[in-house]
Nanobody
Framework: VQLQASGGGLVQAGGSLRLSCAAS????????MSWYRQAPGKQRDMVAH???????KYSDSVKGRFTISRDNAKNTIYLQMNSLKPEDTAVYYC??????????????WGQGTQVTVSS
């Protein structure tokens, strides 16, 4: 399984970005797909999940600002990020979870895309 993340970049605080993650497999073959992020010197943290049946979950730090969605026909998930803050600066990774694994236990990882928010 290959996951190709894109859409990162440099944006000013308060701005928006949309990340994309294209999967090489049918996304319904996964229990969930997710976005994680890792800031310099910090651990990788969950940002958002979208489960196979469409339920979405968010970390408290992004709830209300970020939206995870998917395009089943394109085998792609998205992360719409609004009202960005400098503390959102990180490398963002997409992940996919094997059908038999827990939704928060990634099986496959994409290569990461850098998001930098300037103050």
């Amino acid at each position: 399984v290959q996951l190709q993340a894109s859409g990162g970049g440099l944006v000013q605080a308060g701005g928006s970005l949309r990340l994309s993650c294209a999967a090489s497999a049918n996304i319904f073959s996964f229990n969930a797909m997710s976005w994680y992020r890792q800031a310099p010197g910090k651990q990788r943290d969950m940002v958002a999940h979208i489960l196979r049946r469409g339920i979405t979950k968010y970390s408290d730090s992004v709830k209300g600002r970020f939206t995870i969605s998917r395009d089943n026909a394109k085998n792609t998930i998205y992360l719409q990020m609004n009202s960005l803050k400098p503390e959102d600066t990180a490398v963002y990774y997409c992940a996919a979870v094997h059908l038999m694994s827990d939704y928060d236990d990634p099986s496959y990882w994409g290569q990461g895309t850098q998001v930098t928010v300037s103050s």
